[in-house]
């Protein structure tokens, strides 16, 4: 089982590489039981899509992933 720690650096490696299906479930297990994480993760993934549309200069008002 995984703990806060380990699931905020899984939410973030999730950003830049795909997870291995033991860390995907591992990692939503958790945010299934964990508020905290899923904020965290929800807030992560806003900021990253935020961040590289910013970075490639898109338009705002879509999210590719
Ligand atoms: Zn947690």
Not at 5 to 28: G, H, I, M, P, Y
Not at 38 to 60: I, Y
């Amino acid at each position: 089982m995984l703990n806060c720690k380990q699931v905020t650096r899984l939410a973030s490696a999730r950003l830049d590489r795909r997870l291995t299906l033991r860390e995907r479930l591992s990692f939503r297990l958790h945010l299934m039981m964990c508020a905290a994480c899923r904020r965290f993760d929800a807030q992560l993934q806003f900021m990253h899509g935020a961040m590289s549309r910013f970075g490639r200069g898109e338009r705002p008002d879509r999210e590719d992933r």
